[in-house]
């Protein structure tokens, strides 16, 4: 039996943070899958803020809400992410949202 898809509801709660939009985007971009570092690419802009906290928001509810959903698989131990089983039932909100970038507000992406 083929798992159902995910709710509405449920993908809008998970993109509800600009961090975790950020970390699907940049999957999108860079499939660690196929490289040779998994990590994600440092070119993602944070906002000043106190990186310690982030780094704590991060990884006990960003990262494990991201994981929880099937978007993203997370090696905790690498501290590490790739495109999680359910990726591509998001894909093409994320494609949406970055093909449009430009016309949405700036703290969207």
Known sequence: MRPSPLSMDTILNVLENQYRRRVLVALL???????????IPSD???????????????THTHLPKLEE????????DTNSIR???????????????????????????
Do not use: C, V, Y
């Open 29 to 39: 971009e860079h499939n660690p899958q196929d490289a040779d570092d998994p990590k």
């Open 44 to 58: 993602i802009k944070l906002a000043d803020e106190d990186l310690e906290t982030l780094r704590i928001h991060m």
């Open 69 to 76: 959903s099937g978007f993203i698989e997370w090696d905790r």
């Open 83 to 109: 495109k999680g089983p359910k990726f591509d039932e998001i894909r093409p909100l994320l494609e949406l949202m970055q093909n449009h970038a430009d016309e949405l507000p700036d703290d969207w992406l």
